[in-house]
């Protein structure tokens, strides 16, 4: 079982440096830079709140957290890009894409 009391920071780092983004920042939170698109990175421990900025935001948390924070993000209906990725001990992940951005009608 993974340490749940301690978000999964180092696991969140080692994804995205594998995907081939420079991650800049320290802490469990962190910013993910690849060409022009910059993405917030928080590492969460549980189900956590999500902020209510943003542009493209995601977050990383234990695969027993991710599907309660998924849907606590989705509650929230906030104004920005996500995803949340889950990751287990030994460094597996599965990436849970957010709903697709609601278009905006012309009127």
Excluded at 47 to 61: M, N, Q
């Amino acid at each position: 079982m993974a340490p749940v009391s301690t978000p999964p920071t180092k696991e969140a780092r080692s994804i995205f440096n594998s995907l081939g983004y420079e991650v800049l920042d320290d802490g469990d939170e962190f910013r993910a830079r690849r060409k022009w698109r910059e993405v917030r990175v928080s590492a969460l421990a549980d189900s956590g709140e999500a902020p209510k900025y943003g542009t493209l935001r995601c977050f990383v948390t234990w695969t027993e957290n991710a599907t309660r924070l998924r849907k606590r993000i989705r509650d929230s209906n906030p104004d920005y890009e996500w995803a949340v990725i889950a990751v287990d001990e030994s460094g597996d992940y599965e990436v849970a894409r957010a709903p697709p951005s609601k278009a905006v009608v012309a009127q």
